[in-house]
DNA sequence: TTATCATTCAATCATTTTATTGAATAAGAT
DNA sequence: ATCTTATTCAATAAAATGATTGAATGATAA
């Protein structure tokens, strides 16, 4: 680390940084912390490793300054250090996606039909939600939802939609948002509800780019 | 790379993107590529690194779609893809720069009286420099400057530095800049020119983020 | 106290990455 | 054509990383 040029002790830090990133199970860990805090177990379990191999690269981000932990009872929770983190993953994923070939090919085929799907912004979701104009769909699970959700967000799981398709009022467009850019779960649920006749669009991104754009979010005490 | 599911193949994606910033020698050649475009050999030099090494180095970062490269005549160039890829070293030294109190101690060891030295804005400089308020001194080696340099620039290596003092204006506040926020040639020029009682100031990071940002820089032709 | 649970640590092995060397290309120059 | 120069390729050895296992730690509950 104690390099003789500084330089160099810098560039080296930088390299750790971008090391904790450089890891498909890590990126997805960071994927889950970006929807909040969440205890080692249950970050496991999203993310389908083990625990010790959770927990290793948990630490491994922890040394690497992204993410920082705490203990309470039983369980140690872990969560972004903040914001900035985001930024770093919205350059990367910008990187990725003009460059990469294969990235382009891959958003295509499984995001199909992108265009008919053209997410709603943000600031024109606010406006147009204050003005009553839309229903705003939570399709995460309930415990995600629960840890923080758009203001007069609906949640209703994937899995329960077409189930409940009747408490949409038709009429109004719904707007639909999960965990960001790279999770179908919202993708799917345009899908489903066009089918069904509705008039549905995305929302840019998820709940951790509304949140870390400083907008609104509810909480429901836990 | 065809991961069964499509999240996990973007995420490999971009974790090669991150692998690729994820060594200092890379991040060494990154920061010479943000200067301009460099031949590999030329490349090699600069970072002390043997042709062969650097050469797969640059491939490493071709491949990950951070560089691009063309061959002219005997000579094959290098360069960055484009400016977003500065968007993404400039996260990531942000990140690395909050939270590694590493980085700190390095930074505030090396470059002291940090505090003292206040860089200047770009914006800043524009207009000052307009109004003929400030003398823009260029610290870096000759044939950096021919490539490119903010307009009304002086060059001046550092070691000819402190032999050239009278060129100076006594009167004027000069503003020293070199290749990027990690470059300590702008800082041991402002020391010296301090110690010498010129009133002198840094530049905000360095050419290519000058370049970046969209503001005039000048060529000499080759 | 002991028992239990969540997490971390430590040791191992398999895999990947890096640096080095020398041979192979590709483009000029003679 | 041959020679030189710039770069890349290929093979190797050394170093680092990742997954797995089981033991160790810290906190709670009985």
């Given at each position: 680390m104690s390099t003789r040029n500084p330089k160099l002790a810098l560039f080296a830090q930088f390299a750790a940084v971008a090391k904790s990133l450089a890891h498909v199970h890590r990126l997805e860990l960071l994927e889950q912390l970006a929807q909040g805090e969440r205890s080692v177990e249950v970050l496991a379990d999203r993310t389908r490793l083990s625990i010790a191999n959770a927990s290793q690269h948990l630490q491994h981000m922890r040394r690497a300054g992204l993410v920082a932990n705490r203990r309470e009872g039983k369980f140690v929770y872990y969560r972004l250090v903040d914001d900035s983190i985001l930024d770093l993953l919205a350059a990367l994923r910008r990187i990725a996606e003009c460059n990469l070939a294969e990235v382009e090919r891959v958003i295509r085929s499984y995001f199909h039909n992108r265009d008919s799907l053209e997410p709603i912004s943000r600031e024109e979701l606010l406006q147009r939600s204050r003005a009553g104009e839309v229903t705003i769909l939570d399709v995460r699970p309930e415990d995600e939802f629960a840890l923080g959700h758009l203001p007069g967000a609906v949640n209703m799981p994937l899995r329960e939609l077409e189930m409940r398709?009747?408490?949409?009022?038709?009429a109004q467009e719904i707007v639909a948002y999960c965990?960001?850019?790279?999770?179908v779960l919202s993708y799917e649920a345009v899908a489903v509800l066009r089918a069904r006749g509705f008039k549905a669009r995305r929302l840019q991104d998820g709940l951790p780019e509304w949140r870390a754009a400083g907008l609104p979010v509810v909480t429901v005490a836990a």
């Open positions: 398709l009747a408490e949409f009022d038709p965990r960001g850019p790279y999770c």
